[in-house]
Every structure is written in C-alpha cells, then in structure tokens.
C-alpha cells in the first residue's frame, strides 16, 4: 500500500472529512432557513439558490466517490441520446442492488450539471434527518410514507409544484420501493406468482402507481425516461465504508432514454409498460453477469472539477479554526478543556458512523420483508 493509500485508511482522516461535511451541511441548513423569506416575493429565486446550496451538500459525497476513491463509471448508451443528457427534464429509473448506488446516481447527476436540482421520491422518515433530509426539504423532495392511500393526494400535490421548476431537473425514482435482498426477493417473487406475472431473477416487483402518477404529473414537464441499470464488474459489492477507506470501484451503468409519448397515460396500461420495463431489465444483467458488458457504446463522462473545489472551500474554512482551537486546548492544559474536545470528538465519530450506517443493506428498511400490498 502506498503512502496515499494508507492515509486513505486512517481513522482520523475519515473524521476530518465527515467534520467537514457536518459542520458544512449544518452551515447550509442553517442558510436555508433564511432563504424561506424569498419563497412569498420571489419564488423562482428560492429555488435557484437552493439549488445552489443543495449542491454544495451533496457534491460532498460525489467527491468521495470520484476523487477521494477514485471510483470510475462507465456509461453504456447510445451516443446520440449522450447529447441530450443534463439538457432536458427526465424521469431517471435505478435499480436498487448496492450500498452505493445512490452515490452512483448522483454522479450520473454530476457528470451533466443537474446534481443540485435532482429531485427523489423519498421516504417521510429521511425529511428529519439532519443535513440531507433538512436539504431535501427546501428542495421540494417529494416524501411518501410508503402507504399509497394516504401517500397519493400529497404526492401528486408536491409533483404538480414541479411544473414551473426554474432549472432542468431530474426525477430520480427506485420503482422497487426498497434495497434488493435475497429476503425481499423471495417474497416479491411469491406475490409475482400469486399475481401470474413473470418473475424476476435480479429485480424485486416494481411498486406502479408511484410511477405512474410521477408521468402523470410530469408529462409535457419532462421529455423522456431514462432506464438505468447500475452493476459493479468482477462482482464487488462497494459500501460507503470502503469509498471512505478510499477503495477504488469501477461502476458499470447502462442508460436507455424512452421519449415520454411513448409511455401510456393510463395508469393500467402504464403499470403494464412498468412491468414489461423491468422484464428488460432484468435481461440486461442476465447479459451483463454472462459478457461483463452492456449493450451501447461504452463512454466514460469527463469528470468536473467542481465537486473538488467545493469540498477544499469547506475544507479551508473549517479546519484551520479546528487546528488552531486544538493546539490552543493543549497549550492550555485545562482539564475541562480538553475532556470537552474529548467529548466532541467521540460525538463526530457517532455521528459519522450512524450516518455511514443508514446505507448499510444489512440496516436497511424491513419494507418489502412481509410482501407487497398494493391496492
């Protein structure tokens, strides 16, 4: 291993950078909250500059993935639809397999310059959670309690607020609801049977009326779907432990962009479609695992400089106050002084362990684990 390699692997390493991202991101909520006083005069100006503030957050975590592991990502798709990417609204699908996929995602977003304005459908939970649900929230996430009954009238409510967004934007949508388990693939595959539909070997059932409403909502607002399919080649499974630890992974995605007319406004027949989507799905991995390929042309986006730059801001303008204080704790000799920095540190080491937790599969949510109710 290499000196590079080693500091990578270093503890105190990892609680500088989850220092920096806290603090910052507390920074930016904090910011946030006194944007709301443009929402009544000038609504358009709220999201721009939330957009702006969101990608300060979540260019963080792309960084990681790009420049601190130097993870690569490789897309598959056609080159003529390569040119339409980050200039048009779109529905994005990803498959839900991996610790990291979100992070994958997100550099996808990143790589066309629509990271800061990337919308989810995202589970009520993660709006109270500090720094990225806070984030979320001035985003105008659209957040569901997985409970169609009750999830409906707000959703369409939130999708509609979409219409008039400011800047291009994609919608990123997990179909199957929740993270792929061998668990939740059984149970998924029974209610297939039960259903009579075609059972899937590397995808989970996907949940239609969230989809179906989000095309509803959003036609004439986006231009296309993009189905995308995310694997890792020689069968790594990547976890937000080891791009800390700067582990490098080589990401394979394959993206196939559907214009929108082409997609059923009926909610049966678009439910149809979804289903007959991820049967397609589920033959590109069974390609993928037997030729370590996608189908298209394999093209490598060229990697921006401002996830880097960003991050080095933050960097510079909280750690030398750090160093300073620590030096400054020692000088002083004070007990209490430093039984506090003490305090601190351990509270920034749960504090980055819980978060690094949340994307662990096997602390994941139980949803999906006692069969699919969609009525």
Known sequence: MDITGFLKSQFICHLLISYVFIVSGLIINFIQLFTLILWPFNKQLFRKVNCKLAYCISSQLVMLLEWWSGTTCTLYTDPQNYEKY???????????????????????????????????????????????????????????????????????EALLNLRDYPENFWFLIHCEGTRFTEQKHKISMQVAEAKGLPKLKYHLLPRTKGFAVTVQCLRNVVSA???????????????????????????????????????????????????????????????????????????????????????????????????????????SGSSLTLATFAFVFIAATVGSRWMIGVTEINKGSTYGNHGHKEK
């Not at 979320?136 to 009238?153: A, H, M, N, Q, S």
């Not at 289903?275 to 030729?291: A, G, I, P, V």
């Not at 880097?308 to 303008?317: E, G, P, Q, R, S």
Request: proline share 6%.
């Open 86 to 156: 980050g200039t048009e609204n779109a529905i994005v699908i990803l498959n839900h397999n991996f610790e990291i996929d979100f992070l994958c995602s997100w550099n996808f977003c990143e790589r066309f310059g629509v990271l800061g304005s990337s919308k989810v459908l995202a589970k009520k939970e993660l709006a109270s959670m500090p720094i990225i649900g806070w984030m979320w929230y001035f985003l105008e996430i659209v957040f569901c309690t997985r409970k169609w009954e009750e999830d409906r009238k707000n959703v369409v």
């Open 225 to 331: 779907v993009y189905d995308s399919t995310l694997n890792f080649r020689n069968n790594e499974n990547p976890t937000l432990l080891g791009v800390l630890n700067g582990k490098k992974y080589q990401a394979d995605l394959y993206v196939r962009r559907i214009p929108l007319e082409e997609i059923p406004e009926d909610e049966q027949e678009c439910s149809k479609w979804l289903h007959k989507l991820y049967q397609e799905k589920d033959s590109f991995q069974e390609e993928y695992y037997r030729t370590g390929a996608y189908p298209g042309t394999p093209i490598v986006p060229p990697r921006r400089p401002w996830t880097l730059l960003n991050w080095l801001f933050w960097a510079i303008l909280l750690l030398y106050p750090l160093f300073k204080l620590f030096i400054n704790m020692i000088s």
